[in-house]
Structure formats: structure tokens, C-alpha cells
């Protein structure tokens, strides 16, 4: 028998996750069916959107339930297969959730290919983030050489793919990220125009050295967080601009909602300027999955995309990560390395 | 010499405009000069647009400036022309303004068919009221037969068209208005499904009542008013819903701003449905008036589609008719009667 951890929702958080809403189990992995395998986790992903799981409101996917695990995409090894489409000793990537091992039908689960990249780049780069950043700022953005986009969340793991996609396709690319270091690797490591700090000054600074950056206006917001950066961009977009709305993560546990701008003042700049406001979600564009591969799988295998991992050891400490994660302490994809490479 | 009479921007309103912000001036009417011909105006056309232009903010348009007269579409007869495009005689259509008489060199004037229709249409609905009322529709909404459609300011102008349109589509159509009269009239005269009162109740009551309506949720909300219809709306719409933002008249004058619902709950909606918020203005897409003409123009003349006009005699009663119709006074397309017809 083969003993595995699992971490559950242990009660829902008002506001930012506590330790106490989460709850680390022991048990023993099921065997597999028919149709079935075993899978060990090797690294999970932890990503903004988990955040909106833990609530008990409607959304475009299901809450968890209490006590049950929480959701998370994971790079795995199979074990033992009942499946056709699997043997063991593949690595896979699919939805194992907070837990060392699994029990799956392979349903969502696809082979990840070892000779391109790292494995860990199946959950970042090469993977739902990435494929996130590039239909946004493609399908959804519709953008275009010598516009100028702004990009939250910069270094992020959607972000940061973002950035190097809008800056190959010749846009003025301004970031906005939080903290001097985070600010000066957008520039340095990943070729942003500009990167301004969030956090070193209140929404009209903010403004103000985005619009220096931005001399003729903004064409695309990549949107990832909300909160003062949306504030700040808003009067600055230019007529026929795009918002493509990927998440909200200052909005996600009630931060800067006291200072929210109300809505009249957005949707009179959505009205005047002629803007389209986007939401989107990667679940709904699956069919873009080839094109996306094809074009940025070589630039990931030449080295002209650059990423960065910010990895946690050992399922036990997710909780924390997850916390950091949503307070934008983490620097890079969000990894937990839950097992030892095969 | 021509007399003439126009009305200028006296001041600038904080909130609703009052009697003060307007000046009827008189004075006589200029010769026509090389290229330009002398106008007398027949009807005079009232939209909410123009409170946008009473403030001096950035907008799609240039602010009247103080003292200036204040811009309208007219309905005219040419009394003299050196210009080759107009003869004596013609009824045009075009920007005269807040003006009994003018002299222009014809740029943005159109001749009108008075076989197709009474004159006074083409500043309704064959007019700039009616192409917004179609484009927003079809172009910005992508409405399609069996979706069901929310239409604010229902019997308005634009309102009105909609409604009938999409009725037309074989859409579900929902109204929202002002008072029982509007909405009786939306109802058995438009040819909507249901109309919905929103004066009768606050948010959480309009919205329970158009979930009613709405049993299968709402794909298209056409947004002409802001405030309350939106609070009550954005938790009803559909995955992939559009909301075409052709106006926010609850908030032109400040009505609603203290409860109006913050920024972030709108944009969790957005996110989570992917819903689609485009601004647009008629302006930038004359190139549909010729598809928009020969749609709607034998809709109309056929009886098909009806029309309603709320008219004010005389120029010097346009200020209290434009107060009315910010606050949903009028019933139907507001027009002035300036001169006497042809």
C-alpha cells in the first residue's frame, strides 16, 4: 500500500487565506480500475485563480467543497495504468489537485514531452500560463506591432510570457510589478520598455509615470489584477483600445476594494473611448493549443524566452506558498516540488 | 437681413443643468460666401449626448465652449446656395444646432427622401438614433436569433428601435422604462415580451423580476442608461454575453453615482463570463449607413416599424425640453419644432 497526503479546504477564508482553512490528510493511495492509473506528483502548480475556488459563489467552475482537496494542475508520473493512452513511467500533466499521488481515469491528463524543456515548464510556460498570456494577447487583445500594451502582474507567470510576446511582435511594452527587484528583472532579464513599481506610490504617481512611459496612449491593458493599476491605466487608453481580463488578483481577498474606483468613471471610458473589455478564460480556448505550441515551444526550446520558477519544497508547505502567491510575495511561476524527478 | 435666434452655453452644469447654463441670443443671419449656403431649421433633434458636451472633459468630442451655440442635428430647408451638392429648396439634414438659421459649407449634411418617410425621421428613426439603435444591435452585440436581449431606456429613440429589431430576430426582448405608460406602450405597441418598470422597485427587485423574464438568463444587454438597469443585469447574463455601452444617461447627471455598485463586482462578472463590454459611437461606422438604410428604411416606410416623437414647440422651449428628457421626462424621440414645414 502505498500512503499519500492530500491538503483539503478546511473552511472558507473571508478575505486572504489563513493556515487555518487549510488541512493536511494522510490516507492510502486506492488501487486503479479499469480504464484507470496511478500517478505520483512531481511539482504542482499553485496559480491567483485557486483563490476563487475556496469562495462558495458561483463562478465558471464549481467551488471546492469542504474538506474536499483542493485543485491544482500537476506534472505527474504514472505508476500503473489500466489506461490505454498511458504506461507507466510517462510524465504527464493534469489535475492531481493538492496530493503526492492520484487515482485518474486520464480524462484532462496529456503527456508532457521531456526533449523540448524541463518538465516544470508543462505548468508555466508551455503551459496553461502560457497558453493564458498568448491568447490573450492575440485572440482576445488583438495586438499589434508599434501599440503600446501595459502588462500587470509583469513577472508573473502569465505575465512575464506577455511581455516577451508583445516585445517580439514589436509593441512598446510597459510593465507594472511589485518592488524594485521584480521591476528590474522585467527590464533587464525580460526586455519590458519600462517596468513601474505599485508599490512605490498611490494611484495618480502611478498614472503619472505611466502616462510618461505611454507618450502616445495605450492600445492593449493586460489585465491580471485590478486594483490601483486598473485605476491608473484607464484614462490613458486610447480610442478603439482592448482590455483583455484575465484576473483580478487585488481584487480577489477584498484589498484596495475600499479605494475601488466606482463604476460610472469605467464605463464612461468604455463608452467615450470606444473600448472593448474582454473577459476570458484558458478552459474556453482549447482549440488554439496547436498554434500556441508551435510558436512558442521553439522559442522556450532556443532560450529566447526566458522564465523564472519560484519553487516551494514539500506538499505540507502549499498552504504558505499559496498565501505568498496571492500577496504577490512569490518571484516567477509558482512551484511546489512535491516528489523527485523520475 | 434674416433674423435668427440660436441658444448658447451660458454656463457649465455641476449635476443636472439648469435654466442659467442656457442664453437665447438673436442677432441677424450672415450671407452664404463661396462654397456655402443659408439654412432654415424645420425640426430640431434633443439626445443625451449632449449633456457630455456641456462639460468641459475630454470625450469623443470636443466641449461646446462657453458661449458657443450648442450643437444638434436639424432637420433644414436650403434658402439660398452657392454650394453645387444643394439647391434652394432641398430639405436637408445635418448640424445646425441650437439655431433657427445657419450658414454652412455643407460638410456632414445630407439630402432627405421625404417620399420614405415624414421628414422629421431622419433625426430618429432613420437617423443617427436609428444606426446606433442597428449597429449596436448587430455589429457591437452580435445578437442572434432565439438569445434573449435586455433593452434599457426601452422606448426611447434608440430604445425603441432596438426592441422592435430584435423582435424581428425572433430574439426574447425585455425592456426596461420608466413608468407603466412607457411600458404598457413597449408592450403592445413595440411588440416587446415583457417591459419592466424601473421606478417600481429598487435593485434587488428589478433584478428578481428579470430573472422572471429571463428564464433562460440574458445574452445581449444593450446599455443605454448606466445606474440601476446595469446593477440589476450583470449578475443575470449568459457565458459569452455582450453588452453593447451605447450610453449611461443615469449617470450623465450624477443620479445614481452614491449607489452605484463598484468596480470590482462588475469586473468579477465580466471575468468569470467572459462577457464582452464594448463602447461605440455612431460615428465610427457610417460606412453600415447604406446595409442600416436598406434594411430599415422599407421596415418603416411599410409600417413595420413604428415610431413615436415627443415634440416641443419652439426653440426657446429647448432648454426645459432637454432638462426633461435627462430625467426620462419625454415619450419617443425628443424633438423641437423650429420652423414650419416646406
Known amino acids: 500500500m502505498t500512503k ?19 488541512r493536511l490528510e494522510s490516507s492510502y493511495l486506492s488501487e486503479a480500475g479499469p480504464g484507470e492509473m496511478q500517478v505520483r506528483t512531481i511539482w504542482m502548480s499553485l496559480d491567483p485563480y485557486m483563490r476563487g475556488r475556496m469562495d462558495d459563489a458561483k463562478s465558471y467552475a464549481d467551488p471546492v467543497p469542504i474538506d474536499g482537496t483542493m485543485e491544482a494542475g500537476c506534472v505527474a508520473e504514472v505508476m500503473t495504468s489500466n489506461n490505454d493512452r498511458f504506461a507507466p513511467g510517462d510524465i504527464v500533466v493534469g489535475p492531481v489537485g493538492w496530493a503526492s499521488h492520484g487515482v485518474t481515469d486520464g480524462v484532462g491528463y496529456r ?34 506591432a508599434g501599440e503600446t500594451i501595459v502588462v500587470s502582474a509583469a513577472t508573473g507567470a502569465v505575465g512575464s510570457l506577455v511581455g ?14 511589485g518592488g524594485a527587484e521584480k521591476c ?24 503619472a509615470q505611466m502616462a510618461e512611459a505611454a507618450p502616445k496612449g495605450v492600445d492593449v491593458y493586460y489585465e491580471n489584477v485590478g486594483g490601483k493599476t486598473l485605476e491608473a491605466v484607464l484614462p490613458l487608453m486610447n480610442t478603439f483600445g482592448r482590455i483583455p481580463v484575465c484576473g483580478m488578483i487585488a481584487w480577489y481577498s477584498g ?57 516551494t519544497e514539500g506538499l505540507e508547505n502549499a498552504p504558505e506558498a499559496f498565501m505568498n502567491l496571492l500577496k504577490g510575495g512569490n518571484f516567477g511561476k509558482q512551484l511546489v516540488r512535491v516528489g523527485d524527478d523520475p
Open 4 to 22: 499519500m497526503q492530500r491538503i483539503v479546504l478546511a473552511s472558507r477564508p473571508d478575505g486572504q487565506p489563513s493556515p487555518e482553512n487549510f
Open 111 to 144: 503527456k508532457v514531452d521531456a526533449s523540448i524543456a524541463p518538465i516544470s515548464t508543462a505548468l508555466g510556460v508551455l503551459g496553461m500560463p502560457g497558453m493564458t498570456a498568448w491568447v490573450g494577447l492575440n485572440d482576445i487583445g488583438q495586438a499589434k
Open 164 to 177: 516577451q510576446l508583445a516585445k517580439a511582435k514589436n509593441m512598446r511594452v510597459i510593465g507594472v510589478a
Open 184 to 207: 528590474a528583472y522585467a527590464v533587464e532579464e525580460l526586455g519590458y520598455d519600462v517596468c513601474l513599481d505599485h508599490r512605490a506610490g498611490d494611484v495618480k504617481e502611478l498614472r
Open 255 to 311: 484589498q484596495g476594494v475600499a479605494e475601488a474606483m466606482r463604476l460610472p468613471a469605467a464605463w464612461r471610458a468604455i463608452l467615450t473611448k470606444r473600448l472593448r473589455v474582454q473577459g476570458f478564460i484558458i478552459f474556453d480556448h482549447y482549440d488554439r493549443v496547436g498554434a500556441f505550441a508551435s510558436e512558442v515551444a521553439p522559442m522556450v526550446a532556443s532560450g529566447r524566452i526566458r522564465y523564472r520558477e519560484s519553487v
